[in-house]
Each structure stands twice: as structure tokens, then as C-alpha cells.
């Protein structure tokens, strides 16, 4: 589950056995069930994550990256793949580009922005399922319409040719 914040952008692609984010900029939140290995990373200007099976926070902006974790723990390291630290659930760490990821350091949830609050994985569809049902009755409306018109013409056509034979 990927929830994209106003005004961010990210490049997503597969590969044989890799799946891969690269965040351009602004925030997104990640769900992620847990796996083992290096099967999902996400690419930063500044840091490289492992996903281990997490709930977290990726905030791009002007090089710098932060990363906060609410659920599970994330590999986090350089840009090469190098000086890596596990950053553990209600943790935070940051990179600069050209540098290490910082010590993980306790989140200050005060001064967290919660932008993904009323989001989950079950509210996200929400909008779809609405558009979709929408469009549905919108459909059998105009069907609607269409065969009503069709009936009028064929019923006027009728009298019409009953009245001719009449006279």
C-alpha cells in the first residue's frame, strides 16, 4: 500500500525478484507486509531503504531525506549501499546527499505531520468504489433515457400508422 501526499512524485518499477520505489519529492507513506531478503527498496536523493515489513514515512525534499518508521523496522543506508543501520518502529533518521543516514533517534509524534491519518489500505478504495458506482448508475440512467426515447418514438410511429389505416 502506497499513499502518495499533494504534490509528490515517484518512479515505481519491477524487476526479476526486486521490486523498486525511487522518490523524487514530498512525502509518502508505505505498508508493507513482511518479507525477508532485499525484494523492495525505496531510492532517495540521499539514502537507500530495505523494506522488512513496515508502516513508514519518506519525506524527500531539496536533497534531504527523512525517514520515519511506525511499524516494523527498515535498512537504511548511503545512496551506494554502504553504512547501513536498521531503523527500528518510532524511530526517525536522516540523510543529506553525500552522506550517511544520522542515528535513529526517537519520534517527536508532536511534530510529526500527519497527513496520512485517516488513510488505510481500506479508506484509500473508498474514492474508486465511489467513482465506480457513480459511473454504473450513470450508465443505467442513460440506458434509461435511450430506451424511454425509443419507446416514445415507436409508440408515436404506431399511432401515427394507426390513424393512416384509420382514414
Known amino acids: 500500500f502506497v499513499e502518495v501526499n499533494s504534490g509528490a512524485s515517484f518512479t515505481y518499477g519491477e524487476k526479476k525478484d526486486e521490486t523498486t520505489f525511487e522518490i523524487l519529492k514530498g512525502s509518502l507513506r508505505f ?6 531478503g532485499t525484494g523492495r527498496k525505496i531510492y ?25 518508521v511506525f511499524d516494523g523496522k527498515l535498512a537504511v543506508s548511503d545512496v551506494n549501499g ?3 543501520l536498521e531503523v527500528p518502529a518510532g524511530y526517525k533518521t536522516e ?21 496520512f491519518d485517516a488513510i488505510t489500505a481500506e479508506t484509500s478504495k ?15 440512467i442513460a440506458v434509461f433515457i435511450i430506451v424511454s426515447v ?7 410511429k404506431t399511432i401515427k400508422n394507426f390513424r393512416k389505416k384509420k382514414k
Open 31 to 36: 505498508i508493507f507486509e513482511a518479507v525477508t
Open 44 to 68: 532517495m536523493s540521499s539514502a537507500v531503504a530495505v523494506v522488512r515489513g513496515t508502516d513508514f514515512v519518506v519525506n524527500e525534499k531539496d536533497g534531504k531525506s527523512e525517514i520515519l
Open 82 to 84: 554502504e553504512n547501513t
Open 95 to 115: 540523510a543529506v546527499s553525500g552522506g550517511n543516514p544520522s542515528k535513529p533517534e526517537p519520534l517527536d509524534w508532536a511534530n510529526v505531520d500527519r497527513w
Open 126 to 140: 473508498k474514492p474508486i468504489a465511489q467513482w465506480a458506482m457513480a459511473v454504473a448508475w450513470g450508465m443505467v
Open 150 to 156: 425509443v419507446i416514445f418514438f415507436a409508440i408515436k
